[in-house]
């Protein structure tokens, strides 16, 4: 199983962001996909999640900033992050959660958001 994160980079506040993940190994229809991120010395925390219905949920801090979606044809998963604040700088990682069995990870992209 092999989930490449990609998309990070440097970029003034307010600005956006798109992170991809894509997924092998996997069914990749089956799997709910997430996003997390650890900022550091801080834990790590969900940012947004989609079910394989296309149902999403959102961290409080990011809603109406950042959007979830996948193509299940590519099995890849995308964060569009828009009106970047610089306490959204950190390391971001996806995460494949199939049905009845454990999560697969990622390795992490790095955003950075200058004030």
């Known amino acids: 199983v092999q989930l490449q994160a990609s998309g990070g980079g440097y970029v003034q506040a307010g600005g956006y962001l798109r992170l991809s993940c894509a997924a092998s190994g996997i069914v990749f229809s089956r799997n709910i996909m997430r996003w997390f991120r650890q900022a550091p010395g801080k834990q790590r925390e969900s940012v947004a999640s989609i079910g394989i219905g296309g149902g999403t949920t959102y961290v409080e801090s990011v809603k109406g900033r950042f959007s979830i979606f996948r193509d299940n044809p590519k099995n890849t998963v995308y964060l569009q992050m828009n009106s970047l604040k610089p306490e959204d700088t950190a390391v971001y990682y996806c995460?494949?959660?199939?049905?009845?069995?454990?999560?697969?990870w990622g390795q992490g992209t790095e955003v950075t958001v200058s004030s």
């Open positions: 995460s494949a959660l199939p049905p009845n069995f454990s999560a697969y």
